[in-house]
């Protein structure tokens, strides 16, 4: 390999489950990156999941079927990993040159990046092939280990989202149904050359209109496009270029200045760009025309199918591209993308009951840039072709297995505002949801914080004017978690009222029916029925016999919330608390418990809330010699499972 001590790979994250012990040599994972990110960094590691029939070598054309689609444009493959010794460096850049030639044409000579690693240890090793013409490969001197990955995507970065709904008319000789195909490919021509006609017009608005300070929309004519240029060579506009015509426009026009608070960094919170594509556009003529129709006998009997296609593309752009170029090289590219793969799965099935596709986004934990998907809505989610389609995208995400991460609940919508509140959405809910986002650290040093991943909404005494205060804390608690399972998608139940869950209670015999309507106290045992009932969701349950042995448990909390990630209900005596997480020290045994209070009778003041200590991190004895815990108390903690699913 040739040297060259000015190479360096940076990486935005590292693959996940990166286990290539006692595996054969072969592709594992594709390398994304961008051409708004700087040379040779790595944004993403997507698995390889299609090999070849009795080979370990990856099955190229399925591949590029997949990810095509999957990865938004503006994102792409870069490289590959292999596992092995550096000999499998070049099987690597083989592997990843001629993937990115089926996605995007031959010739396409950039540098790719070459990883290999070791069967036994472990170590990531890098290398560059600098051209398809370069007989060498380039050692990387260096690996940056990118530490606010987010920022860096988002910074500067945002989307551009574009639906597109489509009829096709589709001629077919009865004779000869097969003619539909050939139909088909003609109507997906038409429109694709539509899309690049020099007459076609754009329309490019910011999807947040309720912000204050929106620019007015932007129109792009299709003869002001360039399909020639490749992304990675469009310089950017010159700043002092602040002229309202379309060329010379970035995306940073749309960018909204005044976001309050500090700026959360995701796709979520990406600005985002609407495009409209208008074909009924008329060009100025000074010859005066008439409508003229034109009459063409068929010569055998005929039938018409209109196809209804909904294309729905979602891209990732610099603030400081054209919009000109995001249109041409992004929204044009991606459309076309869409249209090919809705035909290769229209024609099987296309006289019979053709297909229900719809293409959602999502914005995967742990992936920084969002991806997207075609679903077949004529399956039912727990169908078994619908749970396979989403194992296989969890496989090649590096997503677990048991968190319903990819259903269509979860996905990207566009046509909410975006929430900077911390108000929940859920089904008009106005409760507040995360509070302990951004609250002051526990005071514990050098410990480890693990928490509770995914949303909850915040439940206590008096919400919804119901008064319950002194005996209601433990329902709020399971209303709070109940909250949890519905936000990440595991279940659609209302969250129950206090009287659904007595007569929950009384249902499964446990309760007689006197307790319906009772202000009754239950405890950690009746939670963990109620959640069995509604949810189907098992619960742990761990018993100390006085407050005082709580911070022995620290370490057994740490592995739930690391590994389950649900809240948990802590129970003792006459109160009832929600755990959201604990900050451990293993060496020096120091903990805090991270606490949300439902004893909270105030108005829904995040404020208030957070500075009373209503949610805050907790120690068993505080500084001034104070037991959170009592010493004389027995306490049981319930530790809900994650349900198996996907």
């Known amino acids: 390999m040739a040297d060259d001590s000015n190479r360096s790979v940076r990486l935005l994250c590292r693959p996940k489950q990166l286990n290539t012990k006692g595996s054969d040599p072969g592709i594992h994972f594709w390398l994304i990156g961008s051409p708004f990110f700087p040379p040779l960094t790595v944004a993403s590691f997507l698995r390889r999941i299609h090999t070849l029939p009795s080979s370990a070598s990856p099955d190229l054309p399925k591949e590029s079927e997949d990810l095509r689609t999957l990865i938004p444009k503006g994102f792409e493959v870069v490289g590959a990993l292999a596992s092995g010794d550096d000999t499998h460096a070049r099987t690597a850049v083989d592997a990843a040159r001629a993937l990115m030639n089926l996605l995007y044409g031959d010739g396409t000579d950039r540098p790719v990046i070459g990883a290999v690693c070791g069967s036994d240890s472990g170590e990531l090793?890098?290398?560059?092939?600098?051209?398809?013409n370069a007989t060498?490969?380039?050692?990387?001197s260096s690996v940056i280990e990118e530490r606010d990955s987010e920022k860096f995507v988002w910074e500067n970065g945002c989307l551009l989202h574009c639906e597109l709904p489509i009829k096709l008319p589709l001629y077919y000789s009865l004779k000869n149904p097969t003619d539909v195909e050939k139909s088909y490919a003609q109507v997906?021509?038409?429109?694709?050359?539509?899309?690049?006609d020099p007459q076609a017009v754009y329309m490019l608005e910011m999807?947040?209109?309720?912000?204050r300070d929106i620019s007015p929309p932007v129109i792009i004519r299709g003869v002001q496009l360039d399909f020639s240029t490749d992304l990675s060579k469009i310089k950017p506009l010159a700043e002092d270029d602040d002229g309202f015509n379309a060329s010379s426009l970035s995306c940073s026009y749309f960018s909204i200045s005044s976001k309050a608070g500090s700026p959360v960094f995701s796709a979520e919170n990406a600005d985002t760009i609407q495009v409209s594509v208008l074909f009924n556009s008329l060009g100025s003529?000074?010859?005066?025309?008439?409508p003229v129709a034109e009459y063409f006998p068929v010569q055998e009997e005929t039938r018409l199918l209109v196809v209804?296609?909904?294309?729905d593309v979602l891209c990732y752009s610099s603030r400081e591209l054209p919009l000109k170029y995001a249109v041409s090289n992004l929204i044009i590219p991606g459309l076309v993308d869409q249209l090919n793969v809705v035909q290769k799965l229209m024609l099987p099935n296309l006289l019979a009951q053709h297909p229900r596709l719809k293409s959602y986004h999502f914005s995967p934990p742990g992936i920084l840039h969002p991806i997207t998907v075609f679903y077949e809505l004529s399956f039912g989610e727990t169908e078994m072709k619908q749970v396979e389609v989403r194992r296989s995208l969890h496989s090649r995400l590096g997503l677990p297995y048991d968190r319903p991460l990819l259903r269509i609940s979860n996905a990207l919508d566009f046509s909410k505002l975006k929430n900077n509140d911390m108000v929940s959405l859920q089904k008009g809910s106005t409760l507040l949801r995360d509070v302990h986002i951004g609250i002051p650290s526990s005071g514990v040093t050098g410990g480890t914080v693990s928490l509770v991943q995914g949303s909850y909404e915040y439940f206590h005494y008096l919400h919804n004017g119901y008064n319950d205060s002194g005996w209601g804390c433990a329902y709020r608690s399971l209303q709070t978690i109940i909250s949890w399972f519905r936000l990440q998608n595991y279940t659609s139940i209302e969250v129950p009222s206090h009287r659904e869950i007595q007569q929950t209670l009384v249902e499964i015999g446990d309760k007689d029916p006197s307790f319906v309507g009772s202000r009754d106290w239950i405890g950690a045992i009746e939670l963990s029925f109620v959640l069995d009932k509604l949810l189907g969701v098992t619960c742990k349950v761990i018993n100390v016999r006085s407050g005082a042995e709580l911070p022995e448990k620290c370490r057994e909390l740490a592995m739930h919330f690391e590994n389950q990630s649900t809240p948990v209900m802590i129970g003792g005596g006459v109160l009832a608390y929600t755990l959201l997480g604990v900050d451990y020290n293993e060496a020096s045994g120091d903990c805090a418990f991270l606490i949300l209070d439902p004893h909270y009778t105030g108005s829904?003041?995040?404020?208030?809330?957070?500075?009373?200590?209503?949610?805050?991190?907790?120690?068993?004895?505080?500084s001034k010699g104070k037991n959170f815990f009592l010493h004389d108390k027995f306490y049981n903690l319930l530790l809900p499972q994650r349900p198996n699913m996907v």
């Open 285 to 290: 003529s000074s010859a005066s025309t008439v």
């Open 308 to 311: 209804d296609i909904k294309l």
């Open 188 to 196: 997906t021509e038409s429109v694709i050359a539509k899309l690049r």
């Open 125 to 132: 090793r890098f290398v560059v092939s600098e051209s398809e």
């Open 136 to 140: 060498g490969l380039e050692s990387v």
């Open 207 to 211: 999807s947040n209109k309720a912000s």
């Open 604 to 622: 829904d003041d995040l404020k208030k809330i957070v500075n009373g200590g209503w949610c805050g991190w907790k120690k068993a004895v505080d």
